[in-house]
T-cell receptor
Framework: DQQVKQNSPSLSVQEGRISILNCDYTNSMFDYFLWYKKYPAEGPTFLISISSIKDKNEDGRFTVFLNKSAKHLSLHIVPSQPGDSAVYFCAASARTSYDKVIFGPGTSLSVIP | DVKVTQSSRYLVKRTGEKVFLECVQD?????MFWYRQDPGLGLRLIYFSYDVKMKEKGDIPEGYSVSREKKERFSLILESASTNQTSMYLC????????????FGPGTRLTVT
């Protein structure tokens, strides 16, 4: 049973528009959430994170929103660029074992020029 | 610049062979991880290590073992490779601080025939 879910395997967005990637989790012990980005033939790279004490964290074009009551988070990319085309993994960890991170299955984003 | 290297990008082995995957990091990180990435399943943790000669089982350790004799090197061993171990294997490292992001290597695509 997956503790971190990304129900959309893929997403296509026009260049310049907003990309919204969604993630749901089941474990209420999770209190730290991360997004990683992965290009083909490369390892994932850290993108942005959010602690459960916040409901929003922003870094340039990337914003992560956290809704603890719904156990849901989302990554917004505005404006989307062709170089954003990649697989995005949502990940979560718990205070009791921060080093152990649980990853979702990933969403493949295609930004169309 | 942060660097995690993996010994091979592509590897083809026969069923029953013993397989060694090597990972080296140059960041003096305490923590090292081995994941496998499969379509629709995301990254699943096989083993991780907090320190030299220390190891902890992840979510899917069956059929694998690990070795960490030096801080910078973490090896994944498939004792007797099977076709269901065909996958992308990713190594990562992180500092042993709460909320430390993980740095990934480029991955090894292993095919077992």
């Amino acid at each position: 049973d997956q503790q971190v879910k990304q129900n959309s395997p893929s997403l296509s967005v026009q260049e310049g528009r907003i990309s919204i990637l969604n993630c749901d989790y089941t474990n209420s012990m999770f209190d730290y959430f991360l997004w990683y980005k992965k290009y083909p033939a490369e390892g994932p790279t850290f993108l942005i994170s959010i602690s459960s004490i916040k409901d929003k964290n922003e870094d340039g074009r990337f914003t992560v929103f956290l809704n603890k009551s719904a156990k849901h988070l989302s990554l917004h990319i505005v404006p989307s660029q062709p170089g954003d085309s990649a697989v995005y993994f949502c990940a979560a960890s718990a205070r009791t074992s921060y080093d152990k991170v649980i990853f979702g299955p990933g969403t493949s984003l295609s930004v169309i020029p | 610049d942060v660097k995690v290297t993996q010994s091979s990008r592509y590897l083809v082995k026969r069923t029953g062979e013993k397989v060694f995957l090597e990972c080296v990091q140059d960041m003096d990180h305490e923590n090292m991880f081995w994941y496998r990435q499969d379509p629709g399943l995301g990254l699943r943790l096989i083993y991780f290590s907090y320190d030299v000669k220390m190891k902890e089982k992840g979510d899917i350790p069956e059929g694998y073992s690990v070795s960490r004799e030096k801080k910078e090197r973490f090896s994944l061993i498939l004792e007797s490779a099977s076709t269901n171990q065909t996958s992308m294997y990713l190594c990562a490292s992180s500092l042993s601080t709460p909320l430390g992001e993980q740095y990934f290597g480029p991955g090894t695509r292993l095919t077992v025939t």
